[in-house]
């Protein structure tokens, strides 16, 4: 086991190198920032000073172990156009991001799982019809779509709901929150709804199909006979054994919804990460984009891996095969 | 059709299924629609001489200067939205299947060498397909487009990078399986270069999986190339796809002129929920497990 786990170390230690020498480069490709960071008319001498500053005369090998350098040290480098230390400003979005990608996990499990549970427990009724072909519309329809039509329906068309921003917040140990204000509710609402869609038609498949799955083993029948009620079957029984695939599908999926958010945010103009990274390629701030996907490509790594080690624990023939 | 060939039977099969033949005719009316846009549609909605910068943001149905009718209104610069829908759906139809198509071969070819050649070159490669799965698509496709810029090739590179990994991994299952068959031992015992091997007796063989994958992912790439145009990084203004049609028209939404995003967008689901349901058809009648 202990040789299984330095081998996975190591492998995701060599692709976080590669990760970062191709980011480094690609991002390197995008645009002069020089040309965003001071204005055309300054003196010859100013931006002379300025590029040595940010290092950008120097060669792009020296440029990249610099780079290097800084981040085993924790440093992301400034923000070009806010001007502060990246990794402040992007620790400053998270929260939102959080809040939103958490409301939105929630929100499919409580509303998907009893539907998906309904659909496996009576395949054949009309309401199961319903709930599965919403589910082919959540999966298909693109994410920005749902969100431009919720805007349209709620925020203009009965003016119920906010359009965009996050609204009233309360700030609990330093971190502003909106789902502690009735307002910051209202907000987060439908940005919730809009990026849960997706999860949601997911949940609904998995429940459904795990419930059909169980409802024909013997351990429905002999519940059945011992003379416990069917909404006690389904709690006790089926809940708890279509819980671990669910769980399991929404820890990998945490990543993906983080990646979804980026729509969402920009739609509802929610103030986190995902906006930065779209705000950020528009104004080619460099060090925001460069520290983002390494923060992504990083908590990627940091779940495959563990993936990779729940799995060897679970299967010991994984871990005796050299891989 | 013959009812004797596969092809006969499978489209027979096929048939039977009401939701999927009326979403294929769909499809094949949305492709003719897009394919005749330059011919058909009422207006050139790029040719600036024909506009009207009188008729902007008139709501449907609203008649214009010169007796011309605006079936579904028109956007900010007094372009027809029915024309301009119609061009959308043809660049975004040509973006899906030129990026579904490059994906396949790419992909396939990837996948069945591969399993081919086995080894360490199979392993490295396929841990490296893994682990591009483990990655959202979409994350991919829109570093890839900020970073290469705006334009058609561009962000058909950027879609065939995030998707070409899927038809590896399909192609990579069904050739293994096929690998070990005794028809390609017989081949492999011939003269017959290992390429041809590959592409004339395996690939072959592991279409029918295959060509589920794709059906799905020519919706996905219209998709992300509609999701990437909206968020301003997929094609230019120049270039309108059904994404930046819609993208013009969401700065208007919030003052209720709701038709500039809203047709365009209902061109983009219908098509791409009728190339799902298509798709969903087809691979539960290649399902084994599903057979009667």
């Known amino acids: 086991m202990l040789g299984f786990l330095i081998q996975r170390l190591i492998q995701a230690a060599v692709v976080m190198m590669l990760i970062s020498a191709l980011v480094f480069i690609g991002v390197f490709a995008v645009g002069n920032p020089i040309d965003v960071l001071i204005s055309p008319d300054v003196t010859q001498q100013i931006r002379l000073d300025t590029i040595a500053a940010y290092g ?35 620790l400053s979005r998270l929260p939102a991001t959080l809040e939103l990608t958490v409301a939105a996990v929630v929100g499919a499990m409580v ?37 431009l039509v919720l805007i349209m329906t709620f925020a203009v068309h009965l003016g119920v709901l906010p ?12 971190v502003e929150w909106s789902f502690l204000t009735l307002n910051g509710l209202s907000h987060l609402f439908l940005p919730a709804l809009n990026l849960s869609l997706f999860k949601l038609a997911m949940m609904i498949r998995l429940a459904r199909a795990g419930t059909r799955e169980i409802m024909l083993t013997d351990t429905i029948k002999f519940a059945r006979a011992t003379g416990q009620s069917e909404w006690t079957i389904l709690r006790r029984h089926v809940l708890r054994q279509i819980a671990i695939p669910i769980v399991t599908v929404l820890g990998l999926e945490f990543g993906s919804t983080l990646a979804f958010a980026v729509v969402t945010e920009t739609i509802f103009s929610w ?19 460069v520290a983002y996907l390494m923060l992504v490509a990083f908590l990627f790594i940091v779940i495959n891996f563990l993936v990779d080690i729940a799995y060897a624990a679970l299967d010991p023939r994984l871990r005796t095969r050299r891989a | 059709m013959d009812k004797a060939t596969p ?22 009316a949305v492709g003719t629609l897009a394919l005749l846009a330059p011919w058909i549609a009422p207006q050139n909605p790029y040719d600036i001489g024909t506009l009207v910068l009188m008729d902007a943001r008139r709501p449907p149905g609203h008649v214009g200067a010169n007796g011309f009718v605006y079936w579904l209104g028109t956007d900010a610069q007094g372009r027809d939205l029915l024309s301009a829908t ?9 973006i899906g299947v030129a990026a579904g198509f490059i994906a396949f071969v790419v992909g396939a070819t990837l996948g069945a060498t591969a399993a081919f050649v086995g080894g360490r070159i199979e392993m490295l490669v396929m841990r490296f397909i893994d682990l591009q799965l483990s990655f959202p698509a979409i994350l991919l496709a829109l570093v890839l487009s900020a970073l290469l810029g705006q334009g058609k090739t561009q962000i058909v590179i950027a879609l065939v990078t995030a998707q070409y990994a899927y038809f590896a991994r399909t192609a990579h299952g069904a050739a293994s399986a096929e690998r070990a068959k005794d ?17 004339r007796h395996i690939l072959p063989n592991c279409l029918p999986p295959l060509i589920v994958v794709a059906t799905v992912q020519v919706a996905n790439s219209i998709a992300l190339e509609a999701t990437l145009s909206f968020l301003g990084l ?25 038709w500039i995003s809203i047709y365009p967008g209902i061109a983009l689901i219908v098509l791409i929920v009728a190339i799902n349901l298509v798709g969903d058809q087809i691979r539960d009648q290649l399902n084994p497990r599903l057979k009667r």
């Not at chain 2, 119609?86 to 040509?94: C, F, T």
Request: proline share 7%.
């Open chain 1, 56 to 90: 950008f005369d120097k060669p792009l090998w020296e440029q990249y172990l610099n780079f290097l350098d800084r981040l085993v040290h924790g440093n992301f480098g400034r923000s070009f156009v806010f001007n502060m230390p990246v990794l402040q400003l992007i």
């Open chain 1, 111 to 147: 509303i998907g799982i009893p539907l998906g549970m309904y659909a496996g427990y009576r395949p054949d009724s009309p309401v199961t019809k319903t709930i599965m072909g919403l589910s082919i519309l959540g999966f298909s329809v693109p994410t920005f779509w749902i969100g």
């Open chain 1, 163 to 174: 359009a965009g921003g996050r609204g009233d917040t309360v700030a609990v140990l330093g």
């Open chain 1, 271 to 289: 103030p986190g990460v995902g906006k930065l990274i779209i705000d950020s390629i528009q104004s080619l701030d460099r060090p925001v984009m």
């Open chain 2, 7 to 28: 092809l006969g039977r499978f489209w027979a099969e096929f048939r039977e299924s009401h939701i999927a033949t009326a979403a294929l005719a769909l499809i094949l």
């Open chain 2, 86 to 94: 119609m061009y959308g759906l043809r660049i975004s139809v040509q």
């Open chain 2, 183 to 199: 028809y390609v031992e017989a081949a492999l015992s011939t003269p017959l270069p290992a390429s041809r091997v590959i592409f």
């Open chain 2, 234 to 258: 997929g094609l230019p203004v120049t270039e309108p796809s059904l994404g930046t049609l819609i993208a013009n028209g969401f700065q208007y939404m919030l003052s209720g002129r709701y």
